[in-house]
RNA sequence: GCGGGUGUGGCGGAAUGGCAGACGCAUCAGACUCAAAAUCUGACGGGGGUGACUUCGUGAGGGUUCGAGUCCCUCCACCCGCACCA
């Protein structure tokens, strides 16, 4: 063969060989081993794909053909989260239906990723905004709110006072709106909710059950953030009410000189007959009403509040009568919007404390109180605490518990910084709310059998001016009846969030176009659960978690047969500019993966991405790294000239090869793709020297290198002349015993610095070693010899005096 | 502030506690060429030496060890999250 290397044609010419030949479908083989690889499906945007894109799908990619090879039934799928807002936003804007929008962006993602040869089973596509798909989406909603676990609740949202709209947190940016740069106000709205709370616990505990890189783990651990402790009652002096307050440290109850009551504390408007400096307090709630979120973070060091004068609690420990204030420091979703303030032993307290003239009581000795609270609970004990005194922190914790609870005052208490899911957004793109809502019945489920509830084609979809859904405006389809008691009700206008779509579309591609479930138990059972998903960490406490409370929410519901969606979990770093920075149109750092593909080939891409750097780091673009990888398949196109007949390795070359297949085989699986194409390269880089390759030695590299370049592996098996298709040939094995050199180099050191070499064989013993490692050194071992170390195939260390 | 991550040649990066810098890029030299590109071959951390060699060197400083990029302690810088969660 003597044509160069021309990855246009090839490549081309074997993507329609696999299409054809239905290369990588995943059969419904259920006696096979099994391998669920996922990747992140993408939302197709109108910017097409972009080079972040091919990293993991490659990864994914490369472990799925290899285990092919390796006789697995391999389900690799692929499909597309299209609800959402950049897509309606671009369409109001240009005046195109986003149903158009997402077919257009849809069709252009998938040529291109066409264009890099995945191996995705294309059968078993999936669309969010398929009717057919958003029926289970809409379905599993409604077994939610059947289950007690979808509600609604007035919640603050995003309001953009210009575009009069609600935002997603997403679409606010230092507290303007991101689209036209407005102020962004808080607004009150009733929400769809989902009970994510009830979760919380699972959510943590069955972390232990899975293998999810550390990261992940810690990051989801923080984010439901649990923490025990109790709950104590204070009375009101002079009332009939207990001002109940959730600490961690119930061991400090002596030192709680004050508290403090979040502004939106319900006991503000209760009490303000007793309170004898109400406008002040209104004031002061009302200022922090105002603050945005950027304020309230900039202002967070410094504390402000207002006593409540008129009201006193009395500290249930010692009777004591303690002042109440208000502050914006205490929040009133955490908790009970209430705490009793330790300011020995507590930063924010003290730092109150100090700034308004309030006492410091220290409970817990060990450290100075009057220079900055104690927080260590390892080491404290006890003090000024009555029946505590001399107790270390923990027994403190368990005494006080037990003390509370006997006398009806307290319990203990666990917290969740998690909070419930706000599920509605007043937007068009996004799967209807399966909802009637009844003046007599209240809020109605649609009747299963009605699903999906279609999103209907309206001319107009902007949003409204007084922030209801565009669905509001038709008035043909909100008005309906009563499916319960058959009287004139409305449909639900709001939508669902774009995570809705994502967090069970794993379950989909096991049965694709199953209209009666929404997958059949024999593929759930066969398939679940996903062995391996790789995807981003900015996904870790959204769409991980939510898909995972869905899938909790399934299986006790009996629906899929695992606690767990997620055998395992990767991640990937980001890919950035040339110039080390995030890849932005403004920073005009921006590659597009197509002209790489037309300029270098897809397998270059591949490669390329795959050799950048360790796979869970960011790494920076470089193009001449880019040239370097096409030049290494330059030469691997060169190696058919090399071809000489031989069906096994040559002896030279035996040790090589059966490193190079362990090492390969191995890294592929670690996820360390550039050391497993760098032994590609090493391994190639000896063919060059000898200038010849066998048959054998041929066959073997190929099949290594086909999961990061199959169009450039299969071209050149067929060329060669070997038999079948090379995605249908066999991984090589490797023989441990023939990964072992006959004899190594073997550094020889004096007192850990290295004076000579020896040949050995790698299994030498040690007396062996010693004698030839202090032949070779001889002239330096002049005193002593207190220490001989040898380290087979590695070194040897004479230690002297 | 808290949590997670990362610091190694000119650059991207390799190194189960055991020869630091594999592999690639850039650069330089040689071969080929009228020439250039491409390709092939070789050199390529700093200092010293004609040389075989020698010495220093993995963000900084300590420590453990025969031996530390790797383990422990104290710091520093950068990146990414979270942000008063009682």
């Known amino acids: 063969m003597s044509e160069a290397y021309n990855p246009k044609t090839i490549e081309k010419k074997w993507q329609d060989i696999w299409a054809e030949e239905k290369a990588f479908s995943a059969p419904n083989d259920y006696t096979r081993p099994k391998f669920y690889a996922l990747v992140e499906f993408p939302y197709p945007s109108g910017q097409g794909l972009h080079v972040g894109h091919p990293r993991p799908y490659t990864a994914l990619d490369i472990v799925s053909r290899k285990r092919r090879m390796q006789g697995y039934n391999v389900l690799f799928p692929m499909g597309w989260d299209a609800f959402g807002l950049p897509t309606e936003n671009y369409a109001i804007k240009n005046k195109i239906h986003p149903r158009i929008v997402t077919e257009n962006n849809v069709h252009r ?121 109790a709950e104590v009652d204070f009375q009101l002096a002079g009332t009939e009410d207990k001002l109940t307050v959730f600490t961690t440290r119930p061991d400090t109850l002596f030192g709680a000189t004050y508290m403090v009551v979040s502004p939106e504390h319900p006991y503000i408007d209760k009490y303000k007959d007793s309170i004898n400096n109400y406008e002040e307090v209104l004031a002061y709630r009302d200022a922090a009403a105002r603050k945005s979120d950027f304020e309230r973070t900039e202002l967070a060091k410094d504390k402000t509040g207002v006593e409540i004068k008129g009201l006193k609690a009395i500290n249930p420990v010692n009777g004591n009568e303690i002042p109440i204030w208000v502050s914006d420091y205490v929040l009133m979703s955490y908790g009970t919007g ?202 870790t406490t959204l769409h991980l978690l939510y898909s995972r409370f869905w899938h909790k929410f399934l299986y006790d519901q009996g629906v899929v047969p695992c606690p767990e969606p997620y055998q395992k979990r990767t991640s990937h770093g980001m890919i950035l500019g040339e110039n080390g920075e995030k890849m932005s149109k403004s920073r005009g750092n921006v590659i597009n993966p197509d002209d790489i593909v037309s300029e270098f080939g897809a397998d270059t891409l591949r490669t390329y991405e795959m050799f950048i750097g360790a796979f869970n780091l960011a790494a920076s673009w470089s193009q001449d790294g880019v040239k370097g990888c096409r030049r290494f398949l330059d030469r691997v196109w060169g190696l058919s000239s090399m071809l000489v007949n031989g069906d096994a390795y040559t002896a030279d070359m035996e040790t090589k090869m059966h490193q190079t297949i362990k090492k390969v085989s191995s890294d592929f699986e670690s996820m360390k793709y550039n050391t497993a194409i760098a032994a590609l390269m090493s391994l190639l880089n000896d063919f060059y020297k000898k200038g010849s390759i066998n048959k054998a030695e041929f066959k073997t590299f190929l099949t290594l290198l086909n999961p990061v370049a199959p169009h450039i592996t299969e071209e050149l098996w067929q060329e060669a002349g070997f038999e079948g298709r090379l995605y249908q040939a066999t991984w090589p094995e490797y023989d441990e015993a023939k990964t072992i050199e006959k004899t190594v180099e073997v550094a020889v050191q004096v007192n850990g ?37 040898y380290v087979p195939g590695r070194l040897v260390n004479i230690v002297q005096k």
């Open 109 to 229: 993602f998938k040529t291109q990723l066409q264009s890099l040869g995945y191996s995705f089973d294309w059968d078993r596509e999936v669309n969010t905004t398929d009717p057919g798909y958003y029926k289970w989406t809409q379905w599993i909603f409604l077994k939610l709110f059947k289950a007690g676990l979808a509600y609604k609740s007035e919640m603050p949202i995003n309001w953009c006072t210009s575009c009069k709209v609600g935002l997603a947190n997403e679409e606010v940016v230092n507290g303007v709106c991101e689209r036209c740069g407005s102020p962004v106000v808080r607004r009150v709205k009733s929400q769809w909710m989902l009970k994510i709370t009830a979760y919380a616990d699972k959510l943590i505990d069955d972390l232990d059950t899975v293998d999810y890189i550390t990261p992940v783990k810690v990051s989801q651990k923080n984010w439901i953030g649990r923490s025990y402790g």
């Open 338 to 539: 209430a705490i009793m303030a330790v300011p020995a032993h507590d930063e924010r307290d003290w730092e109150f404390a100090k700034k308004f003239g309030l006492p410091i009581v220290e409970v817990v000795a060990g450290g100075n109180v009057d220079e900055a609270a104690f927080t260590d609970v390892a080491t404290g004990k006890l003090v000024n605490s009555g029946f505590l005194n001399g107790l270390d922190v923990a027994d403190a914790k368990k005494a006080i518990t037990e003390w509370l609870a006997e006398k009806g005052l307290g319990h203990s208490k666990k917290n969740f910084k998690l909070r419930d899911w706000v599920f509605s957004r007043q937007r068009y793109w996004g799967e209807p709310i399966p909802i009637i809502k009844c003046p007599k019945c209240g809020f109605v489920p649609v009747p299963e059998e009605e699903l999906p509830l279609m999103l209907p084609e309206v001319e107009n979809y902007m949003p409204t001016d007084n922030g209801e859904s565009p669905l509001a405006h038709m008035r043909d389809w909100v008005e309906t009846t009563c499916p319960c008691c058959g009287s004139k009700a409305e449909r639900e206008t709001d939508t669902m969030p774009q995570w809705a779509g994502s967090s069970w579309y794993f379950l989909r591609y096991l049965d694709p176009h199953n209209n009666d479930a929404l997958a059949s138990k024999e593929a759930l059972n066969y398939w679940m659960p996903v062995d391996w998903y790789n995807g981003g960490m900015e996904h």
């Open 753 to 789: 610095k290295i004076r000579g070499y020896i040949q050995i064989a790698p299994d030498a013993d040690k007396d062996t070693a010693i004698a030839a490692g202090k032949e070779a050194v001889k002239d330096r071992l002049t005193g002593t010899i207190v220490k001989e170390v």
